[in-house]
């Protein structure tokens, strides 16, 4: 049997150790990172000459999913064939919702390459490439979460027969796409939503939960955390769930700016509650109502007072979103059955998400140039790294709901040069005037909580590019001083009287509503099911050091 003897060749690989320098082009989803071990690199590599093996030819190359053994395959008739994801937009509003392909891979196909070793290749494939975008959870995807696959006209999947062609029969004219599609809202199931939005599954589960049990959740947290994004996302999973398109009657999006009154946001859902409510109505209601940056509006249970007397099973789901720490009344609650979400940058989904998009988006350069840069995976890590430090360094001079969320920082270009030089203009344009701003702000409000640390020093510390170009960069980056914001002029939390000022500002200001929103965050993460354990357990010791830094 070919795939017992393929096993036991694994299996002499990996005993037998690698030989294949780390330098080398590689063929696969994940270069042995330096932060992983050199046990679980070097068997992660041997998984990769594996499938290299049963990828195409006799000979044993260096890795699979960068395609080094191109010429040597096309000598024995063999294709390059590329492996994209397929994510159905389920929408024709606009062009980039129709559908979505994320490049995971390139594998040789030989005339002699079967279904079942083909099958195999796939499955091993995506799996390697969830865990290289997150190695922590592999975003609670697997192998399984694959439905099917599309090779020029014949589809594969589990269930179907066995084509009477071999795999290369398909591959005719310039088709080397094959395009795999995962388990979606046919299947029941939130897999294609969890790949695409970068969101592991529970999180993903929870929220999905909170809105189908309740119909009315608010995505509240800092700015750029991704709360519209995502509002348009589970959005459209709940139309599609229903077996309908998603067109401008079935999704109705109020965005609250300066200019839009709190009168006309009033009136827009009072209108909506009147349909609701009349026997025969003839407008077709949206099924999801999403309500941009509601933290314009003052008073927000004003506005939803109109909306208490809807039918409830007839009222269209509402998703709303808006910046944290803005009169969250926990009238809204009460009253009108909100949920609240806490998109927070020290939680996920926020807090990982950056290092799993710019993975992701290593991973296609990877494989699109056919190369791999162990510097650029350098930079890769550090970016959200820097992230993490400069909101650290906002807490300590602020709050949380000062802290930047990460979408500053996805327009990393994917080479070596040009991601220094885009890192420069983003510290020294957005990032530094920012930071300034900021915590100028905190001191006026809690005074000086924490001793100074340029956050530059950090940058020039760890810098990811090379030495040589410290000296020159190191000029070209702004620093934050503590003369800037006025720092010195503040007195030091260490007086006895400021500090009952600060700690009594402190707990009546936003953190006690922070606080009170994580614990909101807490109960409904218990009282979700579909949460394993272990993900509950982490959970709440963050919870548990955020509630302690709170109080």
């Known amino acids: 049997n070919e795939i017992e003897l393929l096993k036991a060749e694994n299996d002499q690989l990996k005993s037998s150790g690698n030989t294949t320098p780390a330098a080398t082009p590689a063929k696969t989803a994940r270069p042995p990172s330096e932060t992983s071990s050199t046990s679980s690199s070097s068997s992660r590599q041997s998984l990769g000459l594996s499938l290299n093996n049963l990828n195409i030819t006799d000979t044993i190359m260096s890795d699979l999913l960068l395609d080094d053994s191109y010429e040597g395959n096309l000598r024995k008739e063999g294709r390059s064939v590329r492996i994209v994801i397929t994510i159905s937009g389920g929408s ?38 969830v865990f290289r975008v997150d190695p922590l959870t592999s975003l609670g995807l697997n192998s399984d ?84 994004h995502l509002a348009i996302k589970l959005a459209h999973y ?22 839009s009154s709190k009168l006309d946001l009033q009136q827009y859902l009072s209108s909506l509650a009147e349909q609701c409510n ?27 007072n109109g ?53 992701r988006k290593l991973i296609e350069m990877e494989i699109d140039k056919n190369m791999r840069s162990n510097e650029l995976i350098k930079i890769i890590d550090w970016i959200p790294k820097t992230w993490q430090h400069l909101n650290g360094f906002l807490e300590a001079h602020s709050s949380s709901d000062v802290t930047i969320g990460p979408r500053l920082f996805l327009s990393c270009p994917m080479d070596v040069d040009g991601s220094r030089v885009w890192f420069t203009d983003l510290w020294n344009y957005s990032l530094v005037p920012y930071l300034l701003e900021a915590v100028r702000e905190g001191l006026q409000l809690y005074g000086k909580r924490a001793a100074w640390e340029d956050p530059c020093k950090w940058v020039m510390d760890t810098y990811p590019w090379s030495a040589a170009l410290l000296q020159h960069d190191g000029q070209s980056l702004l620093q934050l001083r503590p003369e800037d914001v006025g720092y010195d002029g503040y007195s030091s939390f ?58």
Request: charged fraction near 20%; hydrophobic fraction near 35%.
């Open 92 to 129: 024709n509003r606009t062009k980039a919702m129709q559908s979505q392909e994320y490049l995971i891979g390139s594998i040789g196909v030989s005339g002699k390459t079967k279904w079942d070793v083909l099958d195999g290749v796939i499955r091993r494939l995506f799996k390697e490439y």
């Open 145 to 228: 979460s694959i439905v099917s696959y599309k090779m020029g006209d014949v589809i594969r999947s589990h269930v179907s027969e066995v084509p009477e062609l071999l795999p290369c029969g398909y591959l005719v004219g310039d088709n080397n796409i094959i395009s795999v599609t995962l388990k979606g809202v046919r299947e029941s199931s939130i897999d294609d939503l969890v790949f695409d939005t970068l969101i592991p599954k529970p999180i993903m589960q929870r929220y999905l939960n909170l809105l189908m049990e309740h119909r009315r959740i608010i995505l509240s947290g800092p700015s750029g955390t991704g709360k519209s």
């Open 238 to 259: 709940i139309i599609n769930k229903t077996g309908r398109e998603v067109t401008d009657s079935n999704l109705a999006c109020f965005n609250v700016d300066q200019k």
């Open 278 to 304: 009349s026997e025969h109505s003839e407008v077709d209601l949206p099924l999801v109502v999403i309500l941009d940056n509601l933290h314009h509006i003052g008073s927000l249970s004003d506005i939803f």
């Open 307 to 359: 909306f208490l007397n809807c039918k409830y099973h007839k009222c269209p789901y509402v998703i709303g979103t808006m910046n944290q720490g803005v009169s969250s009344s926990p009238n809204l609650e009460l009253h009108h059955n909100f949920r609240w979400v806490l998109c927070a940058n020290h939680t996920e989904p926020v807090r990982g998400f950056l290092g799993r998009f710019l993975r």
């Open 494 to 551: 260490k007086d006895g009287a400021s500090s009952k000022q600060v700690s009594q500002s402190d707990t009546e200001g936003d953190p006690l509503m922070n606080m009170l929103m994580r614990l909101q965050e807490a109960a409904n993460y218990s009282s979700a099911q579909s949460c394993d354990s272990d993900s509950a357990s982490h959970h709440d010791d963050q919870l548990d050091s955020s509630l302690e830094s709170a109080l």
